[in-house]
C-alpha cells in the first residue's frame, strides 16, 4: 500500500518541446508559456508532445514555473530532482525506509575529497554518506534506470563512493525510481557503458545500492510506493558473477 509523503502545489500542463537542457515549452490555460527544467537526462521517453504534464509556480527572474511530473502509466513521473529529495528527504525522516529505518539526516552536501554527496545520515549504528540518483527511465519489463545518457559526475560520485567504502566509511548510493509501478532497479547500459561497468563491478565489491519508488497523482500527491526497490536479478547476478 502506497504511503504519502508530501503534496506539491501543482497546475495542470501540456508539454510542447525542451528548448534546451533547462527550459521546457508548454501549454498551460490555453497559452503558451516557459518552465525551468531541473533533471539533466534526456528524459525522451516522457518528453513527448502533448503529453500532460504538472507544474509548479517559482520566483524566478526569468522562468514563472518548474516542470514537476509528465503523465505515465495511471500516474505521473516526477522528473523534478528537487521534489525527488524531498520525498526522499520525507521517507527518511519518518523511518519508511526498510534500508535507513534508523536514521535522520543530519546533514546535506557533505564535502568529500574535491567534491560533494547529498547528504550525511545519523543512524543507530553511525553515519552513512549517500548520493541519490534520479532514475525515471522505464525498461520493458518495468525497471527502473538510470542513466538515460553519458553522465561523468555519475561515474565520478560511483569512485567516490568505492573509494570512501574501501577506507572503511558506510556509504550508499539510492536511486529514485520516480513514477508508478517500478518493478526493480538496474543501470541502463545503453545509456552509458562506463557508469555500468563502474556500477556493476562497485556493487560486486559490497557498494550498498539501493532504491525506492514513488510517484505523483493527478492532485499533486507524491506517494511512497515502493520504500524498498528490489535491484534487477539480472543485473545482481551479473555483479555476483564478477567476484
Given at each position: 500500500?502506497?504511503?504519502?509523503?508530501?503534496?506539491?502545489?501543482?497546475?495542470?500542463?501540456v508539454f510542447l518541446e525542451r528548448l534546451n537542457r533547462f527550459v521546457a515549452k508548454i501549454l498551460v490555460e490555453g497559452r503558451v508559456?516557459?518552465?525551468h527544467i531541473t533533471n539533466t537526462g534526456r528524459l525522451e521517453?516522457?518528453?513527448v508532445r502533448g503529453r500532460r504534464c504538472k507544474i509548479a509556480e517559482i520566483n524566478g527572474k526569468r522562468l514563472r514555473y518548474r516542470l514537476v511530473a509528465l503523465e505515465d502509466k495511471g500516474g505521473y513521473a516526477v522528473i523534478d530532482t528537487r521534489t525527488q529529495s524531498r520525498a526522499f528527504e520525507e521517507a527518511v525522516e519518518r523511518g519508511l525506509l526498510c534500508f535507513f529505518h534508523d536514521c535522520?539526516?543530519?546533514?546535506?552536501?557533505?564535502?568529500?575529497?574535491?567534491?560533494?554527496l547529498d547528504y550525511v545520515l545519523e543512524c543507530n549504528s553511525g553515519r552513512v554518506l549517500v548520493e541519490t540518483k534520479s532514475a525515471v527511465l522505464r525498461g520493458p519489463s518495468g525497471e527502473a534506470m538510470y542513466p538515460d545518457c553519458p553522465t561523468k559526475r555519475g561515474v565520478r560520485h560511483v569512485r567516490e563512493l568505492v573509494r570512501l567504502m574501501g577506507s572503511g566509511v558506510r556509504v550508499a548510493i539510492v536511486f529514485i525510481a520516480a513514477f508508478p509501478g517500478a518493478r526493480c532497479f538496474k543501470p541502463?547500459?545503453?545509456g552509458d557503458p562506463q557508469l555500468y561497468e563502474v556500477l556493476t563491478n562497485a556493487l560486486s565489491m559490497g557498494l550498498e545500492v539501493r532504491a525506492?519508488?514513488?510517484?505523483?497523482?493527478?492532485?499533486?500527491?507524491?506517494?511512497?510506493?515502493k520504500p524498498c526497490l528490489d535491484l534487477c536479478e539480472d543485473w545482481v547476478a551479473e555483479a555476483v558473477s564478477e567476484r
Open positions: 500500500m502506497s504511503t504519502l509523503l508530501i503534496r506539491v502545489p501543482v497546475r495542470d500542463c508559456d516557459l518552465a521517453e516522457l518528453l535522520r539526516i543530519a546533514g546535506r552536501e557533505p564535502r568529500v575529497g574535491e567534491g560533494r541502463f547500459r545503453e525506492l519508488g514513488i510517484y505523483m497523482d493527478d492532485s499533486g500527491d507524491i506517494y511512497l510506493e
